[in-house]
C-alpha cells in the first residue's frame, strides 16, 4: 500500500512539474505601415510565416501579431510604440 502511494504521489509530482514548466508562445509582433498592415491579409508575409510554422508542427509555439497602419512614418511608429506593441508583451517583459 506504501509503495503505491509513492508510485501515485511521484507520478502527481512528475505531472504537475511538466505542467508548469510548459510555457507559454512566443509572440512576435510586427510594428510597421502599410507593408506590414498587408503582412495579415490573405496571401500576406505574416499570414505565410504563420502558414510555414503549422507546416513545420510548431504553430502553437509562436503568437503572431499585426501592427501595422498604413501611411505611419517613424515618428508615428513612435508614438503608438507603448499602445499597439509594448503593452501586448507579457507584464513587460521586452525580451
Known amino acids: ?27 512576435v509582433i510586427f510594428f510597421g505601415d502599410s507593408i506590414t498592415e498587408l503582412g495579415v491579409k490573405p496571401g500576406g508575409y505574416i499570414t505565410k510565416i504563420k502558414e510555414g510554422f503549422e507546416k513545420q508542427g510548431v504553430a502553437g509555439q509562436y503568437e503572431l501579431i499585426g501592427a501595422g497602419i498604413s501611411g505611419n512614418k517613424v515618428y508615428d511608429l513612435y508614438l503608438r510604440l507603448e499602445e499597439d506593441v509594448m503593452s501586448k508583451t507579457v507584464r513587460g517583459s521586452y525580451s
Do not use: Y
Open 1 to 27: 500500500m506504501k509503495k503505491t502511494i509513492r508510485i501515485l504521489l511521484t507520478i502527481f509530482i512528475m505531472l504537475t512539474t511538466v505542467a508548469m514548466s510548459q510555457s507559454k508562445p512566443t509572440r
